[in-house]
């Protein structure tokens, strides 16, 4: 079973950036389409980038613009880069396997926290 651990979450100002990491273990990684939920209180999670194997990329409108998705199969590692940061962007964020359009394949990790407030 592949493991995920996210990290570079923080607390942030409205404008304000974080970069995002995810690290799988195992050789699945190069296999799948990876991708970035997130989870705000009270509201259900939500897919909000994804990149597949062969770099194909698409976001949720509410990032466009904003987040840049990336990996490094090298390292079995995707990245989030999240500029212009809102406080609607307020969750916890996560990583996973997508399959088909936005089903997650692994068990979740424990996320990293990103608070966006004045």
């Known amino acids: 079973q592949v493991q995920v651990v996210e990290s570079g979450g923080g607390s942030v100002q409205p404008g304000g950036s974080l970069r995002l990491s995810c690290a799988a273990s195992?050789?699945?990684?190069?296999?799948?389409?990876m991708g970035w939920y997130r989870q705000a209180p009270g509201k259900q999670r939500e897919l909000v980038a994804s990149i597949n194997t062969g770099g194909k990329i698409n976001y949720v409108d509410s990032v466009k613009g904003r987040f840049t998705i990336s990996r490094d199969n090298a390292k079995n590692t995707v990245y989030l880069q999240m500029n212009s940061l809102k406080p609607e962007d307020t969750a916890v964020y996560y990583c996973?396997?997508?399959?088909?359009?936005?089903?997650?394949?692994?068990?979740w990790g424990q996320g990293t926290q990103v608070t966006v407030s004045s």
């Open positions: 996973n396997a997508v399959v088909g359009t936005r089903v997650a394949l692994w068990d």
């Open positions: 195992g050789s699945l990684f190069t296999v799948y389409a």
